[in-house]
């Protein structure tokens, strides 16, 4: 064997078992993460346990502490996956239209996030439903939380560019607080434009969570048309008249 040989087999030779262990971590934390999203749908993220993922997996819990140190931890993680799986259903919806006007653009968006909610409402109640006690979300969380309304901020930026939008009077007594969420969010929109803009999007999770939680039973019965022409509301209270 040459020493090219040796040296390619003494670098290769750990690499395996490396590469090895870190899928069986991957798989592991998956499988944690799939059983604690089961007990989601049967008891609630309250009363989420590592115990219990650890008991219904044949694993002790010290072994599943090595994945996560803490049920926060956990949930942080189901949190973050939730979110990311929300923005990519809206995300692919948008890139589908990308080409279309701006209220379709809109529409397709608010259409894909009620049907991942709709697919999803164990996962869509943790990240929007009542907080769970004693968790608070870090840091993480904010830019997968975020990008639904990165979305709906970017159409509407579209619409400014092009054609333009209308805008909505802004009370004297909302003007600094409009200025201020702006600057925050889409310091290139005008003010009277965010402040819609961050009502519709409320609205929006308002209206999915209304259908999901079941609070429109007996109210709203054909609910899909009911849910685009409030949709399409929406889109033109941000100022997106043109089709």
Partial sequence: MSSTDTARNTAGTPSAPRGAR???RIEVTEAIKQEA?????????????LRAVARELGMVSSALYRYFPSRDDLLTALIIDAYDSLG?????AHDAVADAAPVRRWTAVCEAVRAWALAHPHEYALIYGSPVPGYTAPQTTVP????????LIRIVRDAHRGKGVAKTPLPAELRTEAQRIAADLAPDL????????VA??????GLVGFE???QFHRIVED???????????????????HE
């Fill in 22 to 24: 870190a899928r069986a």
């Fill in 37 to 49: 999203r089961r007990q989601l749908a049967v008891d609630g993220a309250a009363k989420l346990s």
């Fill in 88 to 92: 990519e259903a809206a995300e692919a």
């Fill in 144 to 151: 997968p939380a975020a990008r639904v309304g990165h979305l």
């Fill in 190 to 197: 005008p003010p009277e434009v965010v402040a819609v803009l």
């Fill in 200 to 205: 519709a999007w409320a609205q929006l999770f």
């Fill in 212 to 214: 999901v939680f079941g």
């Fill in 223 to 241: 609910r899909e048309p009911f849910f685009h022409h409030a949709v399409a509301r929406l889109a033109h209270s941000v100022g997106l008249v």
